[in-house]
């Protein structure tokens, strides 16, 4: 039943690793986005993709890359992790169209703590 | 670069009453969208309401509605009667093309007070 999924919701783990977080959705959608929520609750875009091509690359490092293997998922793969990722991370996607004004639905975020 | 701005970083309201969230943008685009999101503890952002640059009218979803000063790219989020659960982080969000994607502002802290 759930509409946009995040796994995991919580992970730890200590510089210089390599962790993925994976986002799924079952609403048919087109377009995907990762942003990521700082300490302070600040919310920025990160990447966004539509039917499996990147769209959007706003200025992230190239540790953090980005993969749509088909319309429902798109996973985040960060390299070399460094403390200054930890954050809450989100997934979000949007329904078909060209037109603005289509909501945006969040998943329930991840969690990031780099130790 | 678009940019969002919400100036008041907490805010309290007793419960039954009126509380008004503030925000203002920048932006030369003519047509855009903007969004106000709800992120309760849970952590879960949830639409609150959203508004069209092209209608003067002012949205309103039930206890929500906002004003919306197009000329003073100023877009307040008013919440009548609140409730208990209505405290949570409020973000408003601009949207614009070609990605669709949104600028957020820095969100207001709103705590209810029984």
């Known amino acids: 039943d759930t509409a946009v999924s995040q796994t995991p919701k919580y992970l730890v783990t200590q510089m210089g690793n390599d962790k993925s977080i994976k986002c799924e959705q079952n609403l048919g959608h087109d377009t995907m986005y990762w942003y990521k929520q700082d300490s302070k609750k600040f919310l920025k875009i990160m990447f966004s993709?539509?039917?499996?091509?990147?769209?959007i690359n706003e200025t992230v490092p190239n540790r953090f890359s980005p993969k749509s293997p088909d319309k429902a998922h798109l996973n985040l793969h960060i390299n070399s992790l460094e403390l200054g990722d930890s954050a809450v991370y989100f997934c979000?996607?949007?329904?078909?169209?060209?037109?603005?004004?289509?909501?945006?639905?969040f998943g329930p975020g991840t969690r990031l703590t780099v130790t | 670069a678009q940019t969002v701005t919400q100036s008041q970083p907490e805010m309290s309201v007793q419960e039954a009453e009126t509380v008004t969230l503030s925000c203002t943008y920048d932006t030369s685009e003519s047509n855009y969208y903007l969004f106000w999101y709800k992120q309760p503890p849970s952590r879960q952002m949830i639409l609150v309401i959203r508004?069209?640059?092209?209608?003067?009218q002012n949205a309103t979803e039930n206890r929500f509605s906002v004003n919306f000063q197009k000329a003073a790219k100023s877009f307040s989020l008013k919440i009548s009667d609140s409730q208990l659960g209505d405290t949570a982080m409020y973000f408003c969000?601009?949207?614009?093309?070609?990605?669709?994607?949104?600028?957020f502002g820095t969100g207001t802290s709103l705590t209810v007070i029984p």
């Open positions: 979000a996607s949007s329904p078909p169209g060209q037109g603005l004004g289509l909501e945006q639905y």
């Open positions: 508004q069209e640059a092209y209608k003067q």
């Open positions: 993709y539509n039917n499996k091509e990147l769209i």
């Open positions: 969000a601009f949207q614009e093309g070609p990605g669709n994607q949104f600028y």
